[in-house]
T-cell receptor
Framework: DSGVTQTPKHLITATGQRVTLRCSPR?????VYWYQQSLDQGLQFLIQ???????AKGNILERFSAQQFPDLHSELNLSSLELGDSALYFC??????????FGPGTRLTVL | DQQVKQNSPSLSVQEGRISILNCDYT??????FLWYKKYPAEGPTFLIS???IKDKNEDGRFTVFLNKSAKHLSLHIVPSQPGDSAVYFC????????????WGAGTKLIIKP
């Protein structure tokens, strides 16, 4: 158990819909990272937050947004969903620049 | 432009033998390298890391070697066990990447009994 929790575990929705994925980092970790892993692909970095502020952006689509709240939990919002957005979405947390600890992921299926 | 490359999508090794997973990088400013292990439907878990001031780091059955001149690192697992069957990702970071982890595509390791 990494100490990072993600909800929900599975999500099935239709094209055009909007969903919110939630992540709670390990106690004491200020950084939260979001990744997307499509079928048989590597991990694609989406975005990082540090103590409530956006720190870095990766290959995140404009239809996607994220935020980190004062209690340090984070949400990833995916809107106008397309079939190609079906993937595993991972959240990770770290103290700062150290190894990242990953949650179990949310499997999103867009039908 | 892939800055971190794992050129072998899969590797099959006999149980008890040595598994060697390779990773190449292009950015000479990377100074910290990590290996993660991932089982299906689970998040990656940190395995071992090495900073650029070292050329070897060992933790039990796992050893990571870094060859800075060749921009190459490798993960050795010896002896390989069935539970080692997983996807292994290497990742690198440095000042150029603003210390973000840059990930390889992963190598699927299969340990045969």
């Amino acid at each position: 158990d990494s100490g990072v929790t993600q909800t929900p575990k599975h999500l099935i929705t239709a094209t055009g819909q909007r969903v919110t994925l939630r992540c709670s980092p390990r106690s004491g970790d200020l950084s939260v990272y979001w990744y997307q892993q499509s079928l048989d692909q590597g991990l694609q970095f989406l975005i990082q937050y540090y103590n409530g502020e956006e720190r870095a952006k990766g290959n995140i689509l404009e239809r996607f947004s994220a935020q980190q709240f004062p209690d340090l939990h984070s949400e990833l919002n995916l809107s106008s969903l397309e079939l190609g957005d079906s993937a595993l979405y991972f959240c990770a947390s770290s103290v700062e620049g150290d190894e990242q600890f990953f949650g179990p992921g949310t499997r999103l299926t867009v039908l | 432009d892939q800055q971190v490359k794992q050129n072998s999508p899969s590797l099959s090794v006999q149980e008890g033998r040595i598994s060697i997973l390779n990773c190449d990088y292009t950015n000479s400013m990377f100074d910290y390298f990590l290996w993660y292990k991932k089982y299906p439907a689970e998040g990656p878990t940190f395995l071992i890391s090495i900073s650029s001031i070292k050329d070897k780091n060992e933790d039990g059955r796992f050893t990571v070697f870094l060859n800075k001149s060749a921009k190459h690192l490798s993960l050795h697992i010896v002896p390989s066990q069935p539970g080692d069957s997983a996807v292994y990702f290497c990742a690198a970071s440095g000042r150029d990447s603003n210390y973000q982890l840059i990930w390889g595509a992963g190598t699927k390791l299969i340990i045969k009994p």
